[in-house]
């Protein structure tokens, strides 16, 4: 019994020192940002005994490789030892935002909040988790489809130049292998066409361009004489590590010759101690825009900008809050000179590295603006390419495939958001559908007008341009005419797109009083009130609608007070109101003032009748009545 006890702690001692040496050996190869072998040796000891740091460290790995679905197993057990940290819970909150699991993803963002409130991106996120539905709905503002440049492998960041494009792949299989991924490094290529006829077979990038490491992504000056490219620090083959033992990027150019780059210069901000890359230039050349993690950012990753002054690049300058935020910006993109394209994980977005938009004011850049759905989903999405008139373009995305390592480009086209109007004509007083009824639709922004006539269902309808108001004008012979206001600025749904209006047309009928609501005045007084401004100017509308019309407004006290005061009082009460309308431009031919004081009580309440107060005040009111109508020929 003691030697088969001596046997099994000998085993324990012996499976325990072989764990301990896979997880020595993951925790250099993790040092050394070898993700990809990194979780093999992790796995290893991990399957022998637990080791809680070890347990994070592979979550960790997992996500800096963007496997998506391991990332998300590992960081469940996680995040369950002691020994993690608020950053970690936030980590999986990323993950499972990029998974589209945005329930889950609120309590562990809730964790972290709870654990660092002053975290204002983090709250972003959450925000971000409560929205996604309607974000969602907006489905069809933009077409998106797999581009035939993809390979099988990763591919990303294209850039229009010359007849074609230039983008970033890891296809050449027998390339030398990038430890953090397990796949080749990166070099750029160069494919002739485009999305709607296809492409040539893409073709490498010759001459100092596309070394050893990675090369891509990269910009062009206008005459497409000069590259600007994002690279691996090295010199003579030899990579150069940072104080931190860290291998960097850097901004490299290069000029055309013939078919091949060569005289290969470094951007003059370039560092061993940072990274710098992902250019993109003004289009006379004299200003970039880089990402880069240099110190004194906002954190993670930031968009710089440079600008070159008698042929050299001035001190790069931090784009600041309406772009940055402490978490990683990457990719930038400036298209027009006016617009700045890049990719986020903070901010508001679905995500991941989601695709906003900032637009140059005279004060500055305006603030970042997610792009939308289906532009961005929950996956990584980046790397955009806009043609000249911004209908359409190409972007990366690791969408669409169980590989989440794998990065494709997709082309897209900006779709012609319009909004539809439905309504239907009815007469007020039966709600019954009015035929011939003539719409009037008035874009009030480009007054551009469009006519319609209800049928016999008494339903209309128009197609909206976006950001616009209208007014909406239904006439009739015999009817009042009607105006309604529809606006879709602000609209940036377009699946939900259907504008209900419900017109409704009173007819005209001569000496029919009609009450005008809410005219009220002070105790013995007939001076109009501030409150029955509305009332007034609703009439005013009226009479504007209806030219051919003529009517008398009239004033009526209650019975209560001497009957000649009474009548005085009503008087001068409609003179005040006809005046007010006469000053808004209505003219006095067409509206007279009569006073009928007491003279025609609504109720039962005469003289010496006791009522109440409710009774008394249904007799205190103003109206008007049509007395002639004539037809105003256009």
């Known amino acids: 019994m003691i030697k088969s006890l ?297 968009i710089y900008m440079s600008q070159k002054i008698n042929g050299e690049w001035n001190k790069p300058v931090n784009m600041g809050p309406s772009i940055n935020t402490p978490y990683n910006e990457m990719f930038p993109v400036l298209w027009k000179d006016s617009v700045l394209y890049f990719s986020s994980e903070g901010h508001y977005n679905f995500g991941g590295l989601d695709i906003f938009q900032s637009v140059k004011r005279t004060d500055g850049w305006s603030m970042a603006r997610n792009a939308g759905y289906p532009l961005n989903t929950s996956y990584d999405d980046f790397g955009i390419a806009m043609n000249d008139s911004g209908t359409a373009g190409l972007l990366s995305s690791n969408r669409n495939t169980s590989n989440t390592t794998q990065d494709n480009i997709y082309n897209f086209t900006v779709n012609d958001i319009r909004f539809n109007l439905e309504g239907i004509a009815v007469e007020k007083a039966t709600q019954k559908p009015l035929q011939d009824v003539k719409i009037e639709l008035l874009n009030t922004k480009t007054n551009k007008k469009e006519i319609a006539m209800t049928a016999v269902d008494g339903k209309f309808s128009f197609k909206l341009d976006p950001e616009s108001e209208f007014s909406i004008v239904g006439s009739k012979d015999t009817y009042f005419t009607n105006t309604e206001i529809v606006s879709t600025k602000g609209k940036k749904q377009s699946e939900n797109m259907f504008v209900k209006l419900k017109m409704e047309l009173e007819r005209i009928i001569v000496n029919k009083p009609i009450v005008l609501e809410n005219i009220y005045y002070d105790l013995d007084k007939f001076d109009i009130r501030a409150d029955a401004v509305e009332g007034l100017n609703n009439l005013v509308n009226i009479l504007n609608d209806n030219p051919g019309i003529s009517v008398e407004l009239s004033s009526h006290t209650d019975s209560r007070a001497d009957d000649h005061y009474n009548d005085v009082l009503s008087q001068k009460r409609a003179e005040s109101a006809v005046n007010y309308i006469i000053a808004h431009g209505i003219s006095s031919s067409r509206i007279t003032a009569k006073g009928y004081g007491e003279r025609q009580l609504v109720n039962k309440c005469a003289n010496n009748v006791p009522c109440s107060e409710e009774e008394h005040q249904q007799n205190r009111r103003t109206e008007f009545k049509v007395l002639k109508m004539e037809t105003i020929k256009p």
């Open 6 to 302: 001596s046997r099994l702690f000998i085993l324990a001692l012996l499976l325990s020192g072989c764990a301990g040496y896979h997880i020595r050996q993951g925790n250099r190869l993790y040092d050394d940002f070898a993700y990809s072998m990194a979780i093999k040796e992790f796995q290893k000891g991990l399957s022998k005994k637990e080791f809680p740091n070890a347990r994070i460290k592979l979550a960790e790995s997992y996500r800096k490789m963007n496997d998506l679905p391991h990332a998300e197993e590992a960081y469940a057990k996680a995040i369950q030892l002691p020994e993690t940290q608020p950053i970690h819970k936030m980590h999986y909150a990323q993950i499972l935002m990029r998974n589209g699991k945005y329930d889950q993803a609120k309590i562990y963002l809730d964790q972290y909040l709870t654990a660092v409130p002053s975290d204002v991106s983090a709250g972003k996120l959450r925000s971000s988790c409560d929205s996604i539905s309607k974000w969602l709905a907006d489905s069809i503002k933009y077409t998106v489809q797999s581009s035939t440049l993809n390979s099988g492998q990763s591919n990303f960041s294209p850039v229009f130049y010359k007849e074609g494009v230039v983008f970033a792949t890891d296809r050449d299989s027998k390339g030398k292998t990038y430890e953090w991924t397990g796949r080749p490094f990166l070099e750029m290529y160069y494919a002739q066409g485009n999305p709607d006829k296809g492409y040539s077979s893409p073709i490498r990038l010759t001459g100092d361009v596309n070394g050893i490491y990675h090369d891509g992504p990269a910009a062009f000056t206008s005459k497409g004489d000069t590259i600007y490219f994002t690279r691996n620090n090295y010199i003579k083959k030899k990579a150069k590590e940072s104080s931190l033992e860290e291998i960097n990027l850097k901004i490299y150019q290069a000029s055309k010759k013939d078919t091949s780059w060569v005289n290969l210069k470094e951007f003059p901000f370039n560092s061993n101690e940072y990274s710098t890359g992902h250019p993109t230039l003004s289009s006379d050349g004299n200003t970039m825009y880089f990402v880069s993690d240099m110190p004194s950012g906002l954190g993670g990753s930031d």
